[in-house]
Protein backbone atom coordinates (compact mmCIF):
# COMPACT_ATOMS: atom_id res chain seq x y z
CA UNK A 1 0.00 0.00 0.00
CA UNK A 2 1.58 3.22 -1.25
CA UNK A 3 1.43 6.17 1.79
CA UNK A 4 2.61 9.77 0.96
CA UNK A 5 2.59 11.65 4.20
CA UNK A 6 3.53 15.52 4.52
CA UNK A 7 5.25 17.22 6.91
CA UNK A 8 6.45 20.90 7.94
CA UNK A 9 3.82 23.34 6.83
CA UNK A 10 2.57 26.41 9.38
CA UNK A 11 2.48 29.84 9.97
CA UNK A 12 4.73 32.27 8.30
CA UNK A 13 5.44 36.28 7.96
CA UNK A 14 6.08 37.54 4.05
CA UNK A 15 9.47 37.01 3.01
CA UNK A 16 9.90 33.96 5.66
CA UNK A 17 10.88 30.47 4.41
CA UNK A 18 9.53 27.39 5.09
CA UNK A 19 10.31 23.45 4.38
CA UNK A 20 8.46 20.93 3.19
CA UNK A 21 8.61 17.07 3.71
CA UNK A 22 6.89 14.33 1.96
CA UNK A 23 7.83 10.57 3.30
CA UNK A 24 6.60 7.69 1.03
CA UNK A 25 5.77 3.96 1.90
CA UNK A 26 5.24 1.32 -0.46
CA UNK A 27 6.86 2.88 -3.50
CA UNK A 28 9.80 3.98 -4.24
CA UNK A 29 9.96 8.12 -4.99
CA UNK A 30 13.47 8.32 -6.62
CA UNK A 31 12.51 5.74 -9.69
CA UNK A 32 9.51 7.60 -10.81
CA UNK A 33 8.13 11.16 -11.19
CA UNK A 34 7.44 12.94 -8.36
CA UNK A 35 5.82 16.48 -7.83
CA UNK A 36 3.96 19.01 -5.58
CA UNK A 37 0.60 20.52 -5.83
CA UNK A 38 -1.09 23.68 -3.72
CA UNK A 39 -4.95 24.11 -3.37
CA UNK A 40 -6.01 27.67 -2.06
CA UNK A 41 -9.90 27.80 -1.24
CA UNK A 42 -11.86 28.42 -3.91
CA UNK A 43 -9.57 27.69 -6.33
CA UNK A 44 -8.43 25.14 -8.70
CA UNK A 45 -5.17 22.41 -7.75
CA UNK A 46 -2.18 24.10 -8.97
CA UNK A 47 1.02 22.19 -10.10
CA UNK A 48 3.82 23.47 -8.85
CA UNK A 49 7.37 21.65 -8.81
CA UNK A 50 7.82 18.37 -10.28
CA UNK A 51 11.01 15.92 -10.62
CA UNK A 52 10.84 13.90 -14.42
CA UNK A 53 12.79 11.07 -14.67
CA UNK A 54 13.59 12.48 -18.45
CA UNK A 55 15.88 14.39 -17.88
CA UNK A 56 15.66 16.01 -21.50
CA UNK A 57 12.63 17.97 -19.65
CA UNK A 58 14.11 20.83 -18.29
CA UNK A 59 16.69 18.94 -16.88
CA UNK A 60 14.33 16.91 -15.47
CA UNK A 61 13.40 18.94 -12.78
CA UNK A 62 9.80 22.15 -13.65
CA UNK A 63 8.49 24.63 -11.79
CA UNK A 64 5.33 26.56 -12.15
CA UNK A 65 6.36 29.91 -13.17
CA UNK A 66 4.39 31.49 -9.54
CA UNK A 67 7.25 30.17 -7.60
CA UNK A 68 10.40 29.48 -9.99
CA UNK A 69 12.94 31.41 -8.37
CA UNK A 70 11.55 30.67 -5.26
CA UNK A 71 10.98 27.34 -4.63
CA UNK A 72 12.88 24.02 -5.03
CA UNK A 73 11.89 20.37 -5.56
CA UNK A 74 14.71 18.03 -3.99
CA UNK A 75 14.37 14.46 -3.19
CA UNK A 76 16.83 11.96 -0.87
CA UNK A 77 16.13 8.39 -2.49
CA UNK A 78 17.91 6.92 0.52
CA UNK A 79 15.21 8.19 2.84
CA UNK A 80 12.64 7.70 0.05
CA UNK A 81 11.45 11.62 0.42
CA UNK A 82 10.96 14.22 -1.33
CA UNK A 83 11.49 18.54 -0.27
CA UNK A 84 10.07 21.64 -0.94
CA UNK A 85 11.89 24.46 -0.26
CA UNK A 86 10.16 27.58 -0.44
CA UNK A 87 11.62 31.14 0.16
CA UNK A 88 10.44 34.58 0.05
CA UNK A 89 6.57 33.39 0.65
CA UNK A 90 4.06 35.92 -0.49
CA UNK A 91 0.60 35.98 0.90
CA UNK A 92 -0.73 34.56 -2.32
CA UNK A 93 1.53 31.09 -1.44
CA UNK A 94 -1.28 30.25 1.10
CA UNK A 95 -2.89 26.85 0.32
CA UNK A 96 -2.77 23.34 1.61
CA UNK A 97 0.22 21.61 -0.14
CA UNK A 98 0.58 17.94 -1.52
CA UNK A 99 3.31 15.56 -2.84
CA UNK A 100 2.32 13.18 -5.15
CA UNK A 101 3.88 10.32 -7.82
CA UNK A 102 3.16 7.93 -10.01
CA UNK A 103 4.42 5.20 -11.54
CA UNK A 104 5.39 7.09 -15.01
CA UNK A 105 9.07 9.35 -15.52
CA UNK A 106 7.02 11.78 -17.04
CA UNK A 107 5.29 14.97 -15.03
CA UNK A 108 2.71 15.40 -17.43
CA UNK A 109 -0.41 13.73 -16.63
CA UNK A 110 -2.46 12.21 -13.64
CA UNK A 111 -0.82 11.37 -10.66
CA UNK A 112 -1.96 8.06 -8.71
CA UNK A 113 -1.15 8.47 -5.32
CA UNK A 114 -1.15 11.45 -3.05
CA UNK A 115 -0.71 12.81 0.62
CA UNK A 116 -2.81 13.97 2.92
CA UNK A 117 -1.47 18.15 2.37
CA UNK A 118 -0.43 20.09 4.72
CA UNK A 119 -1.76 23.98 5.54
CA UNK A 120 0.98 26.72 4.69
CA UNK A 121 -0.69 30.31 5.59
CA UNK A 122 1.06 33.30 4.70
CA UNK A 123 0.24 35.84 6.36
CA UNK A 124 1.61 39.44 8.59
Known amino acids: QVQLVESGGGSVQPGGSLRLSCAAS????????VGWFRQAPGKDREDIAC???????????IYADSVKGRFTISTDNDKNMVYLEMNSLKPEDTAVYYC??????????????WGQGTQVTVSS
Open 100 to 113: GTKASYYCSGAFDY
Open 26 to 33: GFTLGRYA
Open 51 to 61: VSKMKTIDGGT
